[in-house]
């Protein structure tokens, strides 16, 4: 059972370039979220999905976009990369009112 | 803004010793609260969850709701080197029940 398996693991971007993480669970769960954490600023809520076909903006949705492409996979596109995006992203996973199951991250650099 | 403090520390105990974490959140409508284990350069991991006001036991750590107080607590009893860690308090809360994490308190144990 891989739980939500996240990828890439690391990547360094170019300032302007467009990226997309990707993100799938195997746990059939119904919600998934993308979270960045910062030093000393905790996980953000970026973009979740409560259900199939439907997304929503979370604290801090400026720059990024999502889909979420079936039950299993939900991704994260940044169009245009700032080094303020750069942060280690989550994506996690949940059946309602239970606990978030987390991917392992993706440490993302904007140089 | 729903909004979850904790004190950021760092918080150093030494072993055996219990080391007590608090969280407030602001948000009423949170109905589920979770504490998080997050060792460094690693992906959050559940450690407490709890629904109802009062005491929940699970080994070596006791997480305490007061929905009245707005407040979470996490005891962790004889602390041991493993326990160093930062932690993490979150609610939960909205349509599809996203969590909203503190900032993290960070947790030195010492020998």
């Known amino acids: 059972n891989a739980g939500v398996t996240q990828t890439p693991k690391f990547q360094v971007l170019k300032t302007g370039q467009s990226m997309t993480l990707q993100c799938a669970q195997d746990?059939?769960?119904?919600?998934m979220y993308w979270y960045r954490q910062d030093p000393g600023m905790g996980l953000r809520l970026i973009y979740y999905s409560a259900s199939e076909g439907t997304t929503d903006k979370g604290e801090v949705p400026n720059g990024y976009n999502v889909s979420r492409l079936n039950k299993r996979e939900f991704s994260l596109r940044l169009e245009s990369a700032a080094p303020s995006q750069t942060s280690v992203y989550f994506c996690a996973s949940t059946v309602r009112n239970t606990e978030a199951f987390f991917g392992q991250g993706t440490r993302l650099t904007v140089v | 803004q729903k909004e979850v403090e904790q004190n950021s520390g760092p918080l150093s105990v030494p072993e055996g010793a219990i080391a007590s974490l608090n969280c407030t959140y602001s948000d009423r409508g949170s109905q589920s609260f979770f504490w998080y284990r997050q060792y460094s350069g690693k992906s959050p991991e559940l450690i407490m969850s709890i629904y109802s006001n009062g005491d929940k036991e699970d080994g070596r750590f006791t997480a305490q709701l007061n929905k009245a107080s707005q407040y979470v607590s996490l005891l962790i009893r004889d602390s041991q080197p493993s326990d160093s860690a930062t932690y993490l308090c979150a609610a939960s809360s909205g349509s599809a029940r996203q969590l909203t994490f503190g900032s993290g308190t960070q947790l030195t144990v010492l020998p």
């Open positions: 746990m059939n769960h119904n919600s």
